[in-house]
Each structure stands twice: as structure tokens, then as C-alpha cells.
């Protein structure tokens, strides 16, 4: 019974030893989604920015953005982003008439992701 109470107690202290600590990205878009909604192709520039937070507590920083076709990378986020801070990445749509489902890749330092990865999503209507 006492061993069993040791090895309970050392599962439970090394737990906290894998708590995620680090950088973590956080957007404010829900589900990383931004919805353009219905929008017609003229007066619409297609331009949308997803905004995030380091809620970790080391450094961020932002490797890599890939879009699929139809959608450009205006901007994104070029130095460390420290504990506390926030950043955008913008994209551009090309308002193509049609449906609108297009996904952006963000690869960081995030710990609160699988590997770092990201999927950014876009969806909509462009009459």
C-alpha cells in the first residue's frame, strides 16, 4: 500500500513537470475562422486581418505562413512576439464570385498547438 501511495504521489509531482509551459498563440477569431459573410465583388477589398495574443510565457515566434490559392499574405507578424503581446497576420482574398473556403497555415513556437501548426480558415460568399 505504500508503495503504491509513492508511485501515486510521483505520477501526480511529475505531471506538473509536463505542463505546458512556453509560448502559446491565441486568436481571437472563433475556431480561427474569420467569415466574410455574403459580399459582392466590388465593394469588398477582401482584406481581413486574424489578430493574436502570446499567452504563454516565453517568446513567440512565427516561422512560416502558407495560404492556398486565391488568398495572399498581406502581412504578418516578422519579430518575437513576448509574453503578453499581440500581433496580426492580414490576407487578402481575391473576391472571386463564388463560395469561399480557403485555409492559412501558421507555423510558430506554440506549444499549445501539435508541432506549432495552425489552420487559419476563411469562409464566405462573393456574389
Known amino acids: 500500500m505504500k508503495n503504491s501511495l509513492i508511485i501515486l504521489a510521483l505520477v501526480a509531482f511529475s505531471s506538473f513537470g509536463f505542463a505546458q509551459s512556453g509560448p502559446k498563440i491565441t486568436f481571437s477569431a472563433k475556431d ?3 467569415d466574410y459573410g455574403t459580399v459582392s465583388k466590388g465593394s469588398d477589398s ?6 493574436f495574443t502570446n499567452t504563454g ?3 513567440l515566434q512565427i516561422t512560416s505562413i502558407q495560404s492556398t490559392s ?8 516578422t519579430s518575437t512576439i ?3 503581446k499581440s500581433g496580426k497576420i492580414e490576407v487578402k ?7 469561399i473556403r480557403k485555409t492559412i497555415t501558421v507555423e510558430t513556437n506554440a506549444v499549445n498547438y501539435e508541432e506549432g501548426r495552425v ?8 456574389n
Open 93 to 99: 482574398y481575391n473576391m472571386t464570385p463564388g463560395p
Open 57 to 59: 510565457d516565453a517568446p
Open 46 to 51: 477582401g482584406i481581413r486581418a486574424f489578430e
Open 70 to 77: 486565391s488568398c495572399t499574405i498581406l502581412s504578418k507578424q
Open 119 to 126: 489552420a487559419l480558415k476563411i469562409k464566405g460568399d462573393v
Open 32 to 34: 480561427n475562422t474569420i
Open 82 to 84: 513576448l509574453p503578453g
